[in-house]
Each structure stands twice: as structure tokens, then as C-alpha cells.
């Protein structure tokens, strides 16, 4: 019954998002700003032209301005389904329902199994998850949905460790962590700011500056 009731939940989410997906106007496949910077970034990595914003016979320099992590999720969609925004928006889609089972794992770990289940149920139904006038929406080529989805999963690994103190689960989190501050640079600070949450979480049995060591140096190595 329980499996049943999550199985619908994750299905209601998918639902609305494909829903959104499909009620998207043509402008929406005009892409500017940022957007339009992550599309041809992906499309320069392709194309052999590197990680270039505006590649020319005069600009073949690497850009800084951009993350290099949602990119390179483009460029993989790209290659396997051509340019096509549609297929990024529907990927996008089932990325939030994942998303939205990870926040389930993380109530019932930390809490129980209602806990869970209503807040996957609230973050599936959330507007601003789903519409394509939100930039959290699935239906924009920004960083938000892959984004999301990655710090989300770094937590639960993170509370995974918390349970059984093991060696493994924190390299997860290290390198999931690493990943997150290679898609939205404005996590890059906080795995160290975990200091204070190590020792909290600190037990007898465990060397919590052995294990907070092996998270930073999981996270260095994945943004190296």
C-alpha cells in the first residue's frame, strides 16, 4: 500500500510537469540570456569548439561565465536526441520526480513514512516546480531543475552517512556535493560550512575530522 501511494504521488508529479511541458508557447523556444549562454556553450562542446560561449575564428577562448556542469548535461541530451529543446524539458520533467522521490527517502529516513510521503506530495503540486513560467519550472533550459535535484540527493547521502557512519557514503556526498557547486557556483562555500555540522552529528565511536577530511577532499577532486 505504501509503494502504491508514493507510486502515485511520483506519477501526479510527472503528470503535471508533462502537462506544463506540453502547454508551452512557441517563444519559449527563443532562448535569451542565460539560457541562450548554456545552448551554445553545449553546442560549442559538440561541435569540438571546447567550452566556448561564442565561438568564432576570433574567440575560441574558454568562458568562465558559466558553470560547466548543466552544459555538459545539455551536450549529452544533444547528442543523443539532436537539439532539441523538447527532449531537455521532458528529461527535465522526470528529473523533478526523481527529485521529488528523494525528498520522500529523506522524511521517512529522517522522520517516517507520512512525513515523507506529504512533503514529496508538496514538492510535486508546488507551482514553481512545475509551471513554465517559473524558472523552476522543468521548461527552461536554466540550471535549477539538475540543480535542485543534485544538492537534494547530496543531502540524503549525507543522512545516509549520519545512519551508518560509513566511509562510502560520504565520498558519495563529497562527490555529489562536487557536482552541485559544478552546475550553480553558489554552492561552492557551504560543504565547508558542514564543519559545525560534522561535530554535531559527531558520535564516540567515530573520528568525525576523518570523515569531514574525506567529504572535502571528495568535493575538491570532483571540481579539480
Same mark, same amino acid.
Request: a positive charge.
Given at each position: 500500500?505504501?509503494?502504491?501511494?508514493?507510486?502515485?504521488?511520483?506519477? =501526479?508529479?510527472? %503528470?503535471?510537469? /508533462?502537462?506544463? &511541458?506540453?502547454?508551452?508557447? #512557441?517563444?519559449?523556444?527563443? !532562448? +535569451?540570456?542565460?539560457?541562450?549562454?548554456?545552448?551554445?556553450?553545449?553546442?560549442?562542446?559538440?561541435?569540438?569548439?571546447?567550452?566556448?560561449?561564442?565561438?568564432?575564428?576570433?574567440?575560441?577562448?574558454?568562458?568562465?561565465?558559466?558553470?560547466?556542469?548543466?552544459?555538459?548535461?545539455?551536450?549529452?541530451?544533444? =547528442?543523443?536526441? %539532436?537539439?532539441? /529543446?523538447?527532449? &531537455?524539458?521532458?528529461?527535465? #520533467?522526470?528529473?523533478?520526480? !526523481? +527529485?521529488?522521490?528523494?525528498?520522500?527517502?529523506?522524511?521517512?529516513?529522517?522522520?517516517?513514512?507520512?512525513?515523507?510521503?506529504?512533503?514529496?506530495?508538496?514538492?510535486?503540486?508546488?507551482?514553481?516546480?512545475?509551471?513554465?513560467?517559473?524558472?523552476?519550472?522543468?521548461?527552461?533550459?536554466?540550471?535549477?531543475? =539538475?540543480?535542485?535535484?543534485?544538492?537534494?540527493?547530496?543531502?540524503?547521502?549525507?543522512?545516509?552517512?549520519?545512519?551508518?557512519?560509513?566511509?562510502?557514503?560520504?565520498?558519495?556526498?563529497?562527490?555529489?556535493?562536487?557536482?552541485?557547486?559544478?552546475?550553480?557556483?553558489?554552492?561552492?562555500?557551504?560543504?565547508?560550512?558542514?564543519?559545525?555540522?560534522?561535530?554535531?552529528?559527531?558520535?564516540?565511536?567515530?573520528?568525525?575530522?576523518?570523515?569531514? =577530511?574525506?567529504?572535502?577532499?571528495?568535493?575538491?577532486?570532483?571540481?579539480?
Amino acid at each position: 500500500m505504501k509503494a502504491i501511494i508514493i507510486f502515485m504521488i511520483l506519477l =501526479l508529479a510527472l %503528470g503535471l510537469r /508533462l502537462y506544463s &511541458v506540453a502547454k508551452v508557447t #512557441s517563444d519559449y523556444y527563443i !532562448l +535569451t540570456k542565460d539560457a541562450a549562454d548554456y545552448d551554445s556553450i553545449s553546442l560549442n562542446l559538440l561541435s569540438g569548439k571546447g567550452f566556448v560561449l561564442n565561438a568564432n575564428d576570433f574567440n575560441t577562448k574558454p568562458t568562465t561565465s558559466r558553470p560547466p556542469g548543466y552544459p555538459f548535461f545539455l551536450s549529452v541530451i544533444y =547528442l543523443v536526441f %539532436g537539439h532539441n /529543446l523538447l527532449a &531537455v524539458w521532458i528529461i527535465q #520533467s522526470c528529473i523533478w520526480v !526523481l +527529485t521529488c522521490l528523494v525528498i520522500f527517502l529523506i522524511g521517512d529516513k529522517l522522520f517516517n513514512f507520512s512525513t515523507g510521503a506529504v512533503a514529496s506530495l508538496i514538492a510535486g503540486i508546488y507551482p514553481a516546480f512545475i509551471h513554465y513560467q517559473y524558472y523552476g519550472g522543468p521548461a527552461f533550459i536554466l540550471t535549477e531543475t =539538475l540543480f535542485t535535484f543534485l544538492l537534494t540527493l547530496s543531502m540524503f547521502s549525507l543522512i545516509i552517512y549520519l545512519k551508518n557512519r560509513s566511509y562510502s557514503w560520504i565520498i558519495i556526498a563529497g562527490f555529489l556535493f562536487g557536482l552541485s557547486a559544478l552546475t550553480h557556483a553558489t554552492i561552492f562555500l557551504f560543504p565547508f560550512c558542514l564543519i559545525f555540522w560534522f561535530y554535531l552529528a559527531k558520535d564516540k565511536t567515530s573520528n568525525w575530522i576523518k570523515y569531514f =577530511l574525506v567529504f572535502c577532499a571528495c568535493f575538491l577532486f570532483t571540481i579539480a
